[in-house]
């Protein structure tokens, strides 16, 4: 497995209800890089080189998923940097948030079948352009763990074909769609590439006693490499 | 408006109370008068009266449970005992001591380097029954506060489940409540679920058995116990307001006290918010690790009525609590509500005087309300005081520890020996290839059998990284150390069959399931915790039942070396009069050193020959195949050998720790055609078994005789296992080899009887639930 430079730091943002923050921070360490706690009542990213924003069910989602964490004060810069490309990774609940902050098109809901899913995912990887995805081979397939209750990808028609046609569907479902995602749609990016959002946990594939692959782990080491690239740059 | 004070209960001695109304008895009722010297005021007659209800006081159970508490001694607190394959130059403490047993929240096991482990298994039965959402979450909840009472940070769940027929409508509008409910809660609250039942029984239509069980880590020096210590010390409730919700019987008080403005009807059932139980445990946990909580208890069941009587007879001291300040929900609620209010995510804790703002600033971080209600004082009373004068002035041990205790009655049923008489020797069975394929394949697809993955896939099992292994598999397995891979392995248990037919060797039987469970995936089994699911306590069949359960499970729990370490009685688990079956769910807990080491149940790697240990006996009795092909249950269940289960037990884990198989699976409902089912199907993987010369294929096939498990063994290891096996004394037979099929598709065949695709193996074992369900 590829280690990136020791020194890139990946902040990974806590909000009231993450519950995969931990995790998060040991696939970044597990890839080589350090990970950086940030909070979510502080609005400073302490100069990390990446952020994580991890699954779990942020103030409860007893409002649409998302909807309250995207007003944390760790947004404010999060969103100002995302936009001038800093790489910035939503998983599950931080996918969410990143739809609901608009820095990425489209939305989550309700899994069609009505309950929640926790299962080994397998899934396409076609986009391997993105900070989070170069260390993937073009339509490389990986099975990583899937586990949500609002998981369900949609978009008006436009959008989809625009994300289709500019390459930006990074993950697609293969064999059963878990969730009644359009278009089999788990992951998308931003059109810079810098800002990618999926509903499998990559996290929780780094290590073949915890996961049932170590095929999430790639989605960290790209972005160490994506990191320090963007240093040279 | 009146407020019963203490004052006006002196002046009142002949007031009427609706004590029988409570559910206490005249007698009772007598003696709270005896202790106090006077009349109980409102707020005192509503802790007792539920601090002194079955639930809470265990008065029926309490003279039979002591049993438990006699294994601790002969075989628990203070015996160091050997952790399996511990590598012999570990420098660490030996595993297994107790630091703390029956009478605290959970039991704390020492799992060595430096860790402890907690757990406790507890009922949600009737709440569940009610609203089946709720009630099951909230079930959740309460065990995980249970566990962080104890100091420990939650790491893992799983929930023993049974309900009446899966064709009965009512399971339709149970068991997805259920199920919904655990995973609203668990998944949102961030703790993986790594196993548990899933069984069906028609007793269980009426009363549905919800049992959730939490497992929690800590260092040695973490350990909390739930004291009120040091004079000036203040109390602090801190979490969700206080509301109207689980009050149940005491609106009974509040009608007599407020007649006209008083709450409206409430609802019995609590509401969870998983959200902040989150936050609570965070925030707790952070006050541990800061190191400023003297003393913590958890709100239950009984709320603040609980809370502050067990915390203050624990201390040294008394306790002083002023209702007014406890934040509610509901401004109309009466002090005999506030205290007896069952609302969820609430804890109270004990601090410093010198530590209360750093406290209150930790909860501040994690948007928890926190409040300082009370001061421990030495007057060796609880008092409680409301709008400036005293509801509550008690001697808190009689509340929480004192309340009565119960000689009931029991003798062995009348049908008893009848029942064991109607063995299932005349059944039918099945002699031709034909039947046995047939008969293997109903069994797969029965409802017990049958994959619990539309279940098991509504839980999170993923999340916080450490789960190893989860359902299916025969035990959950959490790693609670990275550096060193040491992790602990949770296996659940109970046939109630079994222990209908005999209570003593039923419940022996369920924690010998749970035992070899933990075995199989190479853990040391080390401690038991139960939940006790019973009929009513006042039936001497029933009772007779729970004393011959207790029995037989303490004689076993100290044949085995596992003491137990505290767990649940759940009595009143019937329907009119007509009880469940007897349902002992046994929880065993083990330790492994190495979790990369861990053994899965699946067969992965053809060519690796598989090898069924034990001794197989004609034993059918309430077995699986006699319920689900005739409907029968009679005559004995399978025979205890505990000292099979051991000698099992330790090859498994030790054929393990040096990577001498690939699988291990127990054998248990459905016998080996079950297990090989389970083995096959989990990576895919077929099989081709070959029945011994002389053997009877039906008796081989589906016999529930135990100490038994199926190993997969590859050829290099052959040897070294066949020879361990024989030094142990251990019977092994070489029945067959894992075979992906080559070319053709993999199957399970059992050569010259008959064969199976694994295609049609898998539609049979997994439709079943779905094909109810999704409809």
Not at chain 2, 454 to 481: F, H, K
Not at chain 2, 677 to 687: I, N, Q, T
Request: glycine share 12%; aromatic share 6%.
């Amino acid at each position: 497995m590829s280690k990136g430079p020791p020194d890139v730091r990946i902040g990974v943002v806590t909000f009231p209800g993450s519950l995969d923050d931990r995790d998060a921070a040991r696939a970044v360490r597990i890839a080589g890089g350090e990970p950086v706690a940030l909070w979510h009542g502080d609005s400073d990213l302490y100069q990390v080189d990446a952020v994580v924003l991890p699954g779990g069910f942020s103030y409860g989602d007893y409002l649409r998923c998302g909807a309250i964490a995207r007003f944390a004060p760790v947004m404010e810069p999060l969103i100002d940097a995302a936009r001038g490309g800093l790489p910035v990774l939503g998983i599950c609940n931080g996918f969410q948030i990143l739809c609901e902050s608009h820095l990425l098109p489209g939305a989550l809901i309700r899994n069609d079948h009505r309950k929640f899913v926790c299962r080994d995912q397998q899934l396409r990887v076609e986009n391997t352009t993105t900070a989070w995805t170069s260390g993937y081979q073009a339509d490389q397939e990986i099975v990583i763990p899937l586990k949500n209750g609002e998981g369900g990808y949609v978009a008006d028609e436009r959008t989809l074909d625009e994300l289709e046609g500019d390459g930006r569907v990074v993950f697609r479902y293969l064999e059963d769609n878990p969730n009644g995602s359009y278009r089999d749609i788990a992951g998308i990016t931003n059109a810079r590439g810098n800002v990618v959002g999926l509903m499998p946990h990559p996290e929780h594939a780094v290590d073949t006693v915890t996961g049932p692959t170590t095929d999430g782990l790639a989605v960290f080491s790209s972005c160490l490499n994506a990191a320090v690239e963007g240093v040279r740059a | 408006m009146t407020i019963d004070t203490v004052k006006h209960a002196e002046a009142t001695p002949d007031h009427e109370q609706p004590w029988a109304e409570l559910g206490l008895k005249e007698d009772e009722y007598q003696r709270i008068r005896d202790i106090l010297g006077r009349r109980p005021t409102s707020s005192e007659l509503a802790m007792y009266s539920v601090m002194w209800s079955e639930h809470c006081s265990y008065k029926s159970s309490k003279v039979h449970l002591r049993r438990f508490g006699e294994v601790q001694e002969s075989a628990g607190i203070g015996a160091e005992r050997r952790a399996g394959a511990r590598p012999d130059n570990s420098q660490e403490t030996a595993a297994g001591k107790l630091l703390a047993g029956i009478g605290e929240n959970a039991g704390v096991v020492d799992v060595g380097h430096g860790y402890a482990v907690t757990f406790k298994v507890e009922s949600h039965n009737h709440p569940s029954y009610v609203e089946p959402y709720q009630g099951a979450a909230t079930g959740v909840g309460g065990i995980v506060r249970d566990i962080l009472a104890m100091g420990a940070r939650p790491i893992a769940v799983m929930d023993p489940l049974r309900f009446g027929p899966l064709e009965a409508a009512d399971t339709a509008r149970v068991l997805p409540g259920v199920v919904a409910g655990i995973g609203g809660y668990g998944n949102c609250l961030g703790l993986p679920n790594i196993g548990g039942e899933v069984v069906f029984d028609a007793s269980y239509a009426g009363n549905p058995l919800v049992n959730a069980l939490c497992v929690g880590v800590m260092k040695h020096e973490d350990l909390h116990l739930a004291h009120a210590s040091g004079i000036g010390n203040l109390v602090l409730l801190y979490g969700a307001k206080t509301g109207g919700d689980g009050i149940g019987g005491v609106s009974v008080l509040a009608s007599e006290t407020f007649d006209e403005e008083g709450p409206m009807k409430r609802p019995s059932v609590q509401v969870g918010d998983p959200f902040m139980e989150k936050l609570l445990i965070e925030c707790t946990l952070e006050m541990f690790a800061d190191g400023l909580v003297v003393g913590i208890q958890d709100l239950g069941g009984a709320g603040l009525s609980c809370a502050t009587s067990e915390l203050a007879s624990a201390g040294e001291g008394g306790m002083h609590v002023v209702l007014d300040d406890v934040p509610l929900r509901d401004s109309t609620l009466s002090p005999e509500e506030i205290l007896m209010s069952e609302s969820q995510e609430r804890m109270m804790a004990v601090v410093t005087p010198d530590d209360i703002d750093r406290v209150l600033e930790i909860c501040r971080k994690w948007d928890v309300d926190a409040t300082v209600v009370g001061e421990v004082n030495d007057s060796g009373r609880l008092t409680i005081e409301w709008r400036g004068e005293q509801v509550v002035d008690v001697p808190p041990r009689t509340v929480a520890h004192e309340g009565p205790v119960y000689e009931r009655p029991y003798a062995r049923p009348s049908w008893q020996d009848a029942l064991q008489a109607a063995g299932p020797q005349e059944l039918p069975r099945p002699s031709t290839g034909d039947e046995f394929r047939t008969t293997l394949l109903l069994l797969a697809g029965s409802p017990n059998l049958a994959s619990k993955a539309w279940v098991t896939d509504q839980y999170d099992r993923y999340v916080l990284g450490n789960t190893v292994l989860a359902q299916p598999e025969d035990s959950g397995v959490v790693r609670i150390d990275e550096a060193s891979g040491l992790g602990v392995a949770m296996a659940t248990d109970a046939n109630g069959r079994y222990t209908k037919l005999d209570p003593y060797a039923g419940a022996q039987l369920a924690l010998a399931e749970a035992y070899r469970n933990v075995a199989m995936v190479g853990a040391q089994p080390l401690a038991v915790s139960d939940c006790l699911n019973f009929g009513s306590p006042e039936d001497p069949d029933v009772m007779w039942q729970f004393a011959e359960a207790v029995r037989g499970l303490a004689d076993a729990c100290r044949a085995l070396e596992t003491p137990v370490t505290g767990g649940n009685v759940s009595f009143y688990n019937q329907t009119g009069d007509k009880a469940i079956l007897p349902t002992p769910v046994v929880g065993v807990l083990g330790v492994i050193e190495d979790v990369s080491r861990r053994t899965p149940s699946g067969f992965r790697t053809p060519g690796q020959a598989i090898y069924l240990l034990g001794e197989t006996r004609d034993e059918f009795g309430g077995s699986e195949w006699a319920h689900v092909v005739h409907g029968h249950l009679g005559g004995r269940p399978p025979a205890v050998d505990l000292d099979a289960e051991k000698v099992l037990a330790d090859l498994v884990v030790q054929a393990s720790h040096e990577g001498m198989i690939g699988a291990a699976h127990d054998l248990s409902d459905g016998g080996l055609a079950q297990a090989l089912v389970e083995s096959c199907l989990r990576y895919g993987a077929g099989a081709r078994i070959r029945i011994p010369e002389g053997v009877d294929p039906f008796v081989f096939l589906f016999s529930e005789s135990q100490a038994r498990a199926i190993v997969a063994v590859p050829e290099s290891e052959e040897e070294r296992f066949a020879d361990i096996c024989a030094a142990r004394g251990l019977p092994y037979q070489r029945i067959g080899v894992v075979d992906d099929g080559g070319d053709g598709a993999p199957t399970l065949d059992v050569e010259g009887i008959f064969s199976v695709p694994l295609d049609e193996l898998r539609e049979a074992h997994e439709r079943t639930l779905p094909a109810r369900f999704e409809a």
